[in-house]
């Protein structure tokens, strides 16, 4: 995953594609992508945001990895990003790029691991923030003893992603 210095008022585009999480709005800027989200998701962002439907090579490309991922063929993304936030949730963001496939932490191990050990709840919050879900997988968060916990595409997505991961269920939603 690289992620680019971003500039939320870069003009958008977008395109929705199907998964066995259900549709998913992906969303570019400047030719990169800026968002990925699912029916229902928390804290989307109004339609209005993601601009005209477009059709782009980005697009394809993400497309291309999220099949092979859904295929169990894909187990790290590589995929140029372009992401708006903090400096701390972009911290939090890349870490949880260091969560390997498959496996969890917790937000406290993921507070840690940052040098903040006590911030297991802004770690919470800046991964609910997490504006491209499945790329950069915040679902491989869970609460301390283990159980699963907020996911932004809700807890049914989060179950089936991890799921998936360990090789125990194929990838539908319903």
Aim: aromatic share 6%; glycine share 10%.
């Amino acid at each position: 995953m690289s992620t680019a210095t971003t500039t939320p008022t870069a003009p958008a585009v977008h395109t929705v594609v199907d998964s066995p999480c259900g549709p998913l709005t992906l969303v570019a800027r400047e030719g990169e992508l800026s968002g990925l989200y699912m029916t229902d998701h928390r804290h989307i962002p109004p339609s209005e945001a993601f601009g005209p439907r477009a059709a782009l090579p980005a697009f394809d490309r993400v497309r291309e990895q999220l099949a092979a991922y859904f295929d169990g063929d894909l187990t790290v993304f590589d995929l140029p990003l372009h992401m708006a936030g903090t400096p701390f949730q972009k911290r939090v963001w890349a870490a949880l790029c260091d969560i390997p496939y498959g496996e969890t932490a917790t937000y406290g191990e993921l507070a840690a691991a940052l040098g903040s050990p006590t911030a297991s709840r802004a770690v919470g919050l800046a991964n609910g923030r997490n504006p491209v879900s499945i790329i950069v997988p915040c679902h491989r968060v869970v609460g301390a003893n283990g159980s699963l916990t907020g996911y932004g595409g809700g807890l049914a997505r989060k179950q089936l992603l991890l799921e998936l991961e360990r090789g125990t269920q194929q990838p539908t939603l319903m």
